[in-house]
């Protein structure tokens, strides 16, 4: 049988390429722990504010290495039934009610037909420790601090031996490691043992060329001088301590918005009718639609005509 699963790059350089043609712009800090987790066969601990791009990562992984995405959504509540196995009770009862109209004596042989593969539903933790068509998959674990501790707690087998213990029928392993995306906006703080079990990064928000360099690719409609403004507009934004700064996905929303309404620079009206498109609580809102938002405005702006030539 033939092997047709992409290659690994061999070299941070290549894994810079790699992440570079589904347009995600990785620098090389960043590129160098994906590349070592890949090679390692280590878990990725990703961390940051939301919307830097942390989600992304393993989606990108996905696409350029032809992989399945296997996503656990965390969230309070999430428990073992949930995201990683339960048993098919309906057709469990009606597997010991046939067996007793049978007459049926052998409780053991029942014992054991009922809690095997055939009646067992596989959730998203189980799933990403299946291979799928030759290939093992991208295991995306979004959002860990949402989850309770206790869940957490549960991980530490998976993270550290690709592996899941189920009472009734013993330890299923994984016989290709998955590749494993762990994301936490650090709502609350992840027990060290579970870091142990990773490579850690943290994701922070990109410098203004490199923001500048991600929307022409992600909003390549959008005027150049209205993507300078609105890279540097945003920028801004994220020094005025705000409740939430707006992420790399914010400002492509902005982007491709502005788009929409044809508009080629920033102007008050325009700025202060589509803040919702980056900022998303409404005393942000309401604090960049007074003077602070109006100096930052006039300061991008008068940045951006200078930039221009004078261009008004």
Same mark, same amino acid.
């Given at each position: 049988? @033939?092997?047709?699963?992409?290659?690994?790059?061999?070299?941070?350089?290549?894994?810079?390429?790699?992440?570079?043609?589904? &347009?995600?712009?990785?620098? =090389?800090?960043?590129?160098?722990?994906?590349?070592?987790?890949?090679?390692?066969?280590?878990?990725?601990?990703?961390?940051?504010?939301?919307?830097?791009?942390?989600?992304?990562?393993?989606?990108?992984? +996905?696409? @350029?290495?032809?992989?399945?995405?296997?996503?656990?959504?965390?969230?309070?509540?999430?428990?073992?039934?949930?995201? *990683?196995?339960? #048993?098919?009770?309906?057709?469990?009862?009606?597997?010991?009610?046939?067996?007793?109209?049978?007459?049926?004596?052998?409780?053991?042989?029942?014992?054991?037909?009922?809690? !095997? &593969?055939?009646?067992?539903?596989?959730?998203?933790?189980?799933?990403?420790?299946? *291979?799928?068509?030759?290939?093992?998959?991208?295991?995306?674990?979004? =959002?860990?601090?949402?989850?309770?501790?206790?869940?957490? +707690?549960?991980?530490? =087998?998976?993270?550290?031996?690709?592996?899941? @213990?189920?009472?009734?029928?013993? @330890?299923?392993? %994984?016989?290709?490691?998955?590749?494993?995306?762990?994301?936490?906006?650090?709502?609350?703080?992840?027990?060290?043992?579970?870091?142990?079990?990773?490579?850690?990064? #943290?994701?922070?928000?990109?410098?203004?060329?490199?923001?500048?360099?991600?929307?022409?690719?992600? %909003?390549?409609?959008?005027?150049?001088?209205?993507?300078?403004?609105? *890279?540097?507009?945003?920028?801004?934004?994220?020094?005025?301590?705000?409740?939430?700064?707006?992420?790399? +996905?914010?400002?492509?929303? #902005?982007?491709?918005?502005?788009?929409?309404?044809?508009?080629?620079?920033? &102007?008050?009206?325009?700025?202060?009718?589509?803040?919702?498109?980056?900022?998303?609580?409404?005393?942000?809102?309401?604090?960049?639609?007074?003077?602070?938002?109006?100096?930052?405005? %006039? !300061? *991008?702006?008068?940045?951006?005509?200078?930039?221009?030539?004078?261009?008004?």
């Amino acid at each position: 049988m @033939t092997d047709n699963k992409v290659p690994l790059p061999d070299s941070i350089e290549a894994t810079v390429s790699m992440l570079e043609s589904e &347009d995600y712009l990785a620098g =090389e800090a960043l590129a160098t722990v994906v590349f070592l987790a890949l090679k390692l066969n280590r878990p990725l601990f990703l961390e940051g504010d939301a919307g830097v791009g942390k989600t992304e990562i393993a989606k990108v992984l +996905a696409r @350029t290495l032809d992989r399945p995405l296997i996503r656990l959504q965390c969230y309070e509540g999430l428990d073992i039934s949930s995201a *990683v196995y339960e #048993w098919n009770y309906p057709a469990q009862m009606m597997e010991i009610r046939l067996a007793e109209a049978t007459g049926e004596k052998d409780r053991t042989a029942l014992e054991r037909g009922i809690f !095997s &593969d055939r009646y067992l539903i596989r959730r998203p933790v189980l799933q990403a420790l299946e *291979v799928h068509d030759g290939r093992a998959p991208v295991f995306l674990i979004d =959002e860990l601090d949402r989850a309770d501790e206790a869940f957490e +707690a549960f991980l530490l =087998e998976v993270l550290s031996d690709f592996q899941v @213990t189920i009472p009734e029928i013993g @330890t299923i392993r %994984a016989s290709e490691p998955p590749i494993v995306i762990v994301t936490t906006n650090r709502t609350r703080e992840i027990h060290d043992a579970l870091k142990r079990r990773c490579l850690y990064h #943290w994701v922070d928000y990109p410098d203004a060329d490199r923001e500048l360099d991600i929307l022409r690719r992600k %909003a390549p409609g959008c005027h150049e001088r209205l993507s300078a403004q609105i *890279v540097t507009f945003v920028q801004g934004l994220r020094t005025m301590d705000l409740f939430k700064n707006p992420g790399i +996905a914010e400002t492509i929303d #902005w982007a491709n918005a502005l788009v929409e309404l044809d508009r080629t620079s920033l &102007d008050p009206r325009t700025v202060s009718n589509t803040l919702g498109a980056i900022l998303k609580y409404q005393d942000d809102v309401a604090r960049i639609q007074g003077a602070d938002g109006q100096e930052l405005l %006039a !300061s *991008v702006t008068e940045d951006t005509a200078t930039d221009q030539g004078g261009m008004r």
